[in-house]
């Protein structure tokens, strides 16, 4: 008993809950639509209300006047067409009055038409990818919470689930569209700030479109269940202003392009296995551990164990193929887009080499560029 | 009705059934049939509702604490299915068993032996269902609705279980539906037409139609899915030329109709109840039925509502939006028909009455939240959030389950032949009505601030909310078993209860049979007034 009540004391005094406050309405959001959305929202929730106070008031008059312990004698009366008919019109009635603005509404969301900027937005299991369609750009967007905060090791950060590594930077009062679609599952992208809620449908391509009114940063998460660590797949939208915005695409470019140079000095170099054991720990928990666990021995029955696996400990290249490729109807993801060369060779080390696997086998950027080579 | 009572006052003696635990597995009797629907449904209620104190357990406070986040997926799936397939649809079974011969005047059901089977085959199904938890790899982690290809591709290997265990309960369904349908179209006593039917009768025959209707689509869509993960097709697979989205049409073809499934019955609960106790007849009865069935038709039209955001043709979605909002004229009239029942009524207030009033409170509230569903651009920011979840536990904890209970009240007289407890009656109810509300209502609060369903854990803003939840949630666990109590009372010791145990009750069931009700209801036919 002490000890709920200690939980629940915490619970309700902890210093961290207080860190951000939550909205008990929906938000007007930032953008006209949304605001829109909102419009409507509280138009369709005072009319509930007004039904209601009228329905229950009716109802709790008759609960408080017509009982029986007041000597009330019952009426007779039974059915009346009249009334009938009236409670039948009017909430008709009422119902056109609201699908008009709603309808209105629908229309202007459903337009993707004279985008200034278009995404690709790309869902897979557990992160988004961002890919600017006019520009040299892509990257990953994956939740930059610690797992540890997640399991109580760590203290609760301010943004907790709500932060990422790379957030999407979009400009203000431009027109951006979305082209949503997934690697594997569907999930749903979503942003209550810009009343932006759509599914991303492996193979098929859905549109959406916001224009963004004011600068600031905008968080939202994957609204579909789409698996083991839905919970954990937020999106961050960082607004700014046009100067600001293009500086940003400047230097993003610049160094996206540096870094394909720098991959293709790579080749020639040949790391330590000190380097890429360190390395390729820490790629390992960022980018596998969701799956096949920090220890290597995977969920069994839902994700193989990396520990005495016949890919760990077997060839070389089979392994490389199947980081790099992914594995084709498993949620295995190809993972040789989403890592550079020396982390997919540190990760592929580390994992022929952790938990008692001990191969021995270092890999380098050049055996995994071997295998990127055959699979063109 | 006295030489019906004393020719069956005391049926096991010229009744030569199997005693013991023969009894239960061979009988073909309608009111043993209902009795072994209900307890199994109470069974089920408690293993769901252990699911759901589990996923309370760990929303009760950010962070992970208790469980894996896959596990937690597996909670709040099978939790649904239990609750949906297991709890609600077999009360409302069971139900229809014991009452439907009663009302119409009938000996027993239609199709005693197929009765027997449509029972007997649902505790195996939920047998597998929760055997497929202890597999390895664990059981079905996709959610009740078991979106493609979340539930092909990527889910465990016992996704067979689960197709079986889901094909089991639908046949089990439409055998229960096919015996409703032809019990109340041959066994009717002579002089019950159609139109002195009991509301419960009518709205049950409009169900089971439903049933009939939704059940094979329910079979189709796990079948694609079976196939698809271990037969190699590609019905929901884009890559061989299905799509995923395809799923979804399929499911809520079934998911729509299922819903009023397991809310036309208890309108019918709530059209008996209410004039019982405001003794005074229902008001627009004829409308109570064409509204009944205008509902059912319109769930046929309405499925892609729940589908606003997977990108379909804006034309689609103003059509979905409309005749979601046209749903809400005929429920409606429903509930304003109950309020012109009790209006100028003589009240009072046992316990099936409170149930009542609270069912026709909430449940409205939950008709609300789904008008404002229904309107597709504030929906995209509702859709998957907890608002939706509130909306829906509404209709369904505080909507069918409250009618159910209701239900149990009004008829255990009948039932048990004896009196349950008014005092811990109304303190189930006051329990019962308090803590559903602390569990469901702040959901909304949750919904409207961004949290979606379906995680396992939450940004901190959320916390406090979500502790307040739970608590309710414990509370309104450990409400029910009051109810358990109650009814386990009432049958050991409680007051002998007269034929008709509440003044203004109305039917055959009351006022032509002793409670509890003979072995074999009617084996002369009733004269209909």
């Not at chain 1, 790309?122 to 006019?134: A, E, M, P, R, V």
């Not at chain 2, 209902?34 to 996923?55: C, P, T």
């Not at chain 2, 698809?228 to 395809?246: C, E, I, M, N, R």
Request: charged share 15%; proline share 6%.
């Amino acid at each position: 008993m002490g000890r709920w009540i200690q939980l629940l004391v915490l619970t309700f005094f902890s210093p961290h809950l207080f860190a951000q406050e939550m909205s008990f309405n929906l938000r007007p959001g930032v953008t006209a639509i949304s605001e829109q959305v909102y419009g409507l929202h509280m138009t369709i929730f005072y009319i509930c209300c007004a039904i209601g106070v009228l329905v229950f008031g009716a109802m709790f008059w008759s609960i408080y006047h017509h009982r029986k312990s007041k000597g009330a004698v019952p009426a007779q009366f039974h059915e009346s067409t009249k009334v009938e008919i009236i409670w039948t019109i009017i909430p008709f009635i009422i119902l056109i009055g609201m699908a008009i603005p709603a309808t209105k509404t629908l229309l202007a969301m459903e337009d993707p038409s004279d985008a200034d900027i278009t995404i690709q937005v790309t869902g897979s299991q557990w992160k988004w990818h961002y890919k600017y369609f006019d520009q040299d750009l892509e990257f990953y967007s994956v939740m930059a919470s610690d797992w540890d905060e997640v399991n109580g090791k760590l203290e609760k950060r301010k943004n907790y689930l709500l932060e990422v590594d790379h957030p999407l930077v979009l400009p203000i009062g431009k027109k951006v569209r979305f082209l949503m679609t997934s690697e594997d599952v569907i999930h749903s992208w979503w942003v209550p700030d810009f009343a932006v809620k759509k599914d991303a449908n492996p193979g098929f391509i859905n549109e959406a479109w916001t224009i963004i009114d004011k600068p600031g940063i905008y968080r939202g998460q994957c609204a579909e269940l789409c698996g083991k660590d839905h919970g954990f797949m937020p999106i961050v939208v960082i607004a700014k202003p046009q100067a600001e915005y293009d500086a940003w695409l400047a230097e993003k470019e610049a160094a996206y392009l540096a870094k394909q140079a720098q991959e293709l000095e790579l080749v020639a170099m040949t790391m330590q296995q000190d380097e890429l054991m360190s390395l390729g720990e820490k790629v390992y928990e960022k980018s596998c551990a969701a799956c096949h666990q920090v220890n290597g021995l995977g969920l069994p029955g839902v994700f193989p164990a990396l520990k005495d696996s016949p890919i760990a400990l077997g060839d070389v290249t089979k392994h490389i193929e199947v980081v790099v490729n992914g594995e084709p109807g498993t949620a295995m993801q190809a993972f040789g887009k989403q890592l550079g060369l020396k982390e997919l060779a540190a990760v592929i080390t580390y994992e022929r080499n952790a938990w008692g696997n001990d191969t021995g086998d270092l890999v380098q950027a050049k055996d995994v560029v071997a295998v990127q080579n055959a699979a063109q | 009705m006295s030489t019906i009572s004393d020719v069956h006052s005391d049926h096991e003696e010229h009744h030569h059934a199997p005693r013991g635990l023969m009894r239960w597995v061979l009988t073909t009797n309608h009111k043993d049939i209902g009795s072994m629907y209900l307890w199994f449904s109470f069974a089920m209620f408690i293993v769901g509702g252990a699911m759901a104190m589990i996923i309370r357990a760990e929303l009760f406070q950010p962070g992970l604490q208790l469980v894996e986040p896959n596990f937690f997926n597996q909670m709040t799936t099978v939790h649904g299915l239990i609750m949906v397939f297991g709890a609600v649809m077999p009360a409302f079974t069971g139900l229809a068993n014991w009452l439907v011969p009663m009302m119409i005047g009938a000996p027993d059901m239609a199709l005693p032996r197929m009765n027997n089977w449509s029972f007997w085959i649902l505790p195996f199904a939920f047998s597998i269902l929760l055997a497929s938890l202890f597999m390895e790899g664990g059981g079905p982690n996709f959610g009740w609705t078991f979106y493609a290809p979340l539930s092909t591709k990527y889910s465990p290997d016992s996704t067979a279980l689960f197709v079986f265990a889901i094909h089991i309960m639908g046949i089990s369904s439409i055998m229960g539906a096919i015996n409703v349908i032809v019990t109340i179209m041959n066994l009717r006593a002579p002089g019950m037409t159609y139109m002195k039917l009991p509301l419960f009768v009518w709205t049950w025959f409009i169900t089971a139609f439903l049933l009939i209707a939704v059940m094979p689509v329910l079979a189709g869509a796990v079948t694609m899915v079976l196939t698809d993960k271990y037969f190699g097709t590609s019905f929901f697979d884009a890559a061989g030329g299905g799509d995923p989205v395809l799923f979804q049409h399929i499911f809520w073809f079934f998911g729509h109709p299922e819903v009023y499934i397991m809310i036309l019955p208890s309108f019918g609960i709530i059209s008996a109840i209410v004039p019982a106790f405001s003794r005074k007849p229902l008001f627009g009865y004829s409308s109570m039925v064409y509204a009944t069935a205008s509902i059912a038709g319109l769930s046929f039209v309405v499925w892609a509502h729940h589908m606003f955001t997977t990108g379909m043709p804006v034309e689609a979605e103003l059509f979905f939006m409309f005749c979601t909002m046209l749903i809400s004229v005929p429920t409606g009239v429903k509930v304003f028909n109950w309020v012109a029942t009790m209006w100028k009524g003589s009240l009072t207030f046992e316990t099936p009455m409170l149930f009542a009033i609270a069912f026709i409170v909430l449940f409205t509230i939950g008709g609300f939240s789904g008008l404002m569903l229904a309107i597709t651009p504030v929906d995209f920011q509702y859709h998957d959030t907890y608002f939706v979840v509130a909306h829906f536990h509404y209709v369904l904890v505080t909507g069918a389950i409250f009618s159910i209970m209701a239900a149990a009240y009004y008829w255990l007289p009948k039932w048990s032949g004896r009196m349950y407890d008014e005092g811990l009656g109304r303190l189930h109810f006051w329990c019962s009505l308090v803590s559903v509300n602390v569990l469901f209502f702040p959901m909304h609060f949750l919904g409207l601030g961004g949290m979606p369903r379906r995680i396992p854990d939450y940004a901190l803003q959320f916390a406090d909310v979500n502790a307040i939840v739970s608590i309710g949630g414990f509370a309104f666990g450990l409400s029910q078993f009051i109810f358990l109590y109650l009814v386990i009372k009432c049958i050991r010791s409680g007051e002998p209860a007269p034929a008709k145990p509440w003044e203004g009750a109305e039917g055959l069931e009351w006022d032509n049979l002793p409670s509890p009700a003979p072995y074999h209801s009617f084996t002369t036919p009733p004269e209909i007034k």
